[in-house]
């Protein structure tokens, strides 16, 4: 398992699940609003310039038809694997039991850097995955709504960039640097399917006047098939063998696995059959597919629409076949991130093939999407010369302000549902820029973990306790600073030394806050009660270099007392020097109140709910130390 890239936290954990629904809900509020401010805006703009409102000059004719199809087509899967990241298993499980088991495989330097992000993820996961849904969500509209010119152009820049980073980091660059690589499985990964197709649409219009564009792809197109066929008939990949060894051969193998994936029992059972007849015919399985892919390959190469046309709905065939054999559709489980490979190979052979059989001249850039893409300067330089004041720069940006106000005017409904899209992209960049930024762990992990605390109001129980340098130290000594209390065993070598160390990161957290607040612990263990017992601990968890923390014991008697008055917990385990005990944190204000009360359990102990405690711990602090 890659440290880091693990929570600890289950899946459907519904602290984490309900946390991720209020996000979604309130950022889709925002997504709501800024939609509805870009047509606002808009509808203001025309109310205000109705001859700029009715000079709009429409495009000469439609958009090319093979671009129309990848525009739309890819368009609708970003927004559909939008929705799938919004899926209420995905925020916890998306690092743990998707990117962690596609990257296993792979080499060792693929493994740490999915690793890096992985662990970002388990981090922030709440951020993260909502990050993931508008940044997807905003995607497809974007593609959806812009149809031409420069807002659709960027709309397919935009969509390389997001599909390269989902292809490094959640598909490990689609397992190409793992052994078994098969184009049937997946490889080399859908989004880089999604890639081609968003260059293809930054290509611009005088790109589309002719066939080469069509094909040029489908060329590339051949190319790569028939390099995946030489890889399907590699023999040390395994694929010719239904049974081997005894056991099913790695196609048979994969189909089984993907068999069990939560699914209608009729779709089960399809794959399920599909895996069985491999391992029973595995060799004409392979041959039939190293064949195919090889013709396909050879068909698109040649360029020829009265060839390729035929082939074109075989291979559309093939990949709807393994979509549903193979890749099982590869949404299914509440865990699928997009629909795999398939749709998208099929959307781009189709795109390319009406791009070379069916070229259209492309419509003069007059739609407002392109005139932001005109220079304005010489306008600005003809109104008004250049000057120095602040009089000259108003009257050389005034022509520009025109300009942005005629095209407002002018831009249809679909443009400003486009730029409405684009605030929706940010929308997701924001929060995931922010949380990449921080190292800790997001307090929801611990608090899914013990439960949120309540706010309190009630006097905290005194106390008189030995600290480990021998000094008396009483609640009332530590009046006028916050206190973080708990009960530590110093021998304890499990949950108490992570405790210990929640403390310590609290600490340093705290900043310049620090100064005033006492991180204390009280002994839990009535067998180990020595002041050399507390003070190896601390050294074993380096809390001796933490200025404020203080370790108190006392008598047996008086620890009991102190244990009573908080509720803790000390029991002596039979033939063992630890003892059982429960885990719980106070924070006391200034005034020596409890102000909160939660357990400090660390469940799975991984290095995000140690991080998350921390900030736990610290946000309380805070709160119990109130406005600076």
């Known amino acids: 398992m890659m440290p880091g890239m693990n929570s600890g936290i289950n899946v459907d954990d519904p602290t984490v699940v309900a946390a991720f629904r209020t996000a979604l809900l309130h950022q889709g509020v925002i997504a709501l609003l800024i939609f509805a401010a870009a047509g606002l805006t808009w509808l203001t703009v025309r109310a205000f310039s109705p001859a700029a409102a009715s000079t709009g000059i429409q495009l000469a004719r439609p958009e090319p038809i093979g671009r129309k199809v990848l525009r739309v087509g890819f368009g609708i899967i970003w927004l559909f694997d939008g929705i799938l990241q919004a899926q209420p298993k995905m925020a916890v499980g998306l690092p743990s039991q998707v990117i962690e088991p596609t990257a296993a495989t792979s080499a060792a330097w693929v493994q740490h850097l999915v690793n890096w992000a992985g662990t970002t993820w388990s981090y922030h996961p709440i951020p993260a995955a909502a990050a993931a849904v508008w940044i997807q969500v905003g995607i497809g509209i974007w593609l959806l709504e812009a149809s031409r010119g420069t807002l659709s152009r960027l709309a397919g820049l935009v969509s390389i960039g997001w599909a390269f980073v989902v292809w490094v980091f959640a598909e490990s660059f689609g397992g190409i640097f793992a052994p078994g690589l098969s184009w049937l499985s997946g490889a080399p990964g859908a989004v880089l399917v999604y890639a081609v197709a968003g260059g293809l649409l930054c290509l611009p219009d005088r790109a589309w006047r002719t066939a080469r564009t069509g094909r040029l792809t489908l060329a590339g197109l051949g190319v790569f098939l028939v390099g995946m066929a030489v890889l399907q008939a590699w023999p040390s990949n395994g694929f010719w063998q239904g049974v081997s060894n005894g056991r099913p051969g790695n196609l048979a193998a994969m189909v089984q696995s993907m068999a069990t994936t939560p699914q209608p029992s009729f779709l089960a059972g399809w794959v399920s059959g599909f895996a069985t007849f491999d391992e029973s015919h595995g060799f004409a399985v392979n041959l039939i597919v190293v064949v195919a892919l090889v013709a396909f390959g050879a068909v698109f190469l040649t360029g020829r629409p009265g060839l390729i046309r035929p082939a074109l709905v075989a291979f559309v ?60 300067a010489p306008v600005a330089a003809a109104a008004a010369p250049a000057s120095a004041d602040s009089a000259g720069a108003a009257r050389r940006l005034r022509p520009v302000l025109v300009k942005l106000r005629q095209l407002t005017a002018s831009a249809s409904l679909r443009s400003v549902a486009a730029v409405g899209a684009i605030g929706v992209v940010i929308l997701g960049t924001g929060p995931m820029a922010v949380a990449q930024a921080s190292p800790n762990a997001d307090p929801i992990l611990a608090q899914s973990i013990t439960g949120s605390s309540a706010p309190l109001d009630y006097p905290a129980p005194g106390f008189s306790l030995t600290d480990q340098y021998g000094r008396t130290v009483t609640l009332s000594s530590l009046r006028g600073k916050v206190v973080l209390f708990t009960g530590l065993d110093p021998v304890c070598t499990s949950d108490c030394p992570l405790i210990g160390q929640y403390f310590r990161q609290a600490a340093q957290l705290l900043g310049a806050d620090a100064s005033r607040v006492e991180l204390v612990a009280v002994v839990l263990n009535p067998n180990y009660t020595s002041i050399s017992a507390v003070q190896a601990f601390d050294r074993e968890e380096a809390l001796n270099k933490v200025p404020d923390w203080l370790y108190l014991t006392g008598t047996v008697a ?71």
Not at 335 to 352: I, K, Q, Y
Not at 594 to 613: L, N
């Open 317 to 376: 065939v093939l990949c709807l076949a393994d979509w549903v054999l193979v890749e099982d559709l590869g949404f299914l489980g509440g865990l699928g991130t997009d629909p795999n490979s398939m749709v998208p190979f099929a959307l781009l052979a189709t795109g390319a093939y009406l791009a070379l059989a069916r070229p259209e001249a492309a419509a003069a850039e007059t739609s407002p999407a392109a005139e932001l893409a005109a220079p304005v």
């Open 558 to 628: 008086q620890l009991q007392a102190v244990w009573h008055d908080y509720g803790l917990v000390a029991e002596d385990v039979p033939g063992g020097a630890m003892v059982l005990h429960n885990e719980q944190a106070f924070v006391i204000d200034a005034a020596g109140h409890v102000r909160f009360e939660f357990g400090t359990d660390p469940g799975p102990g991984t290095a995000a709910t140690e991080s998350s405690f921390a900030v736990y711990l610290a946000d309380a602090a805070e709160h119990a130390l109130g406005p600076s």
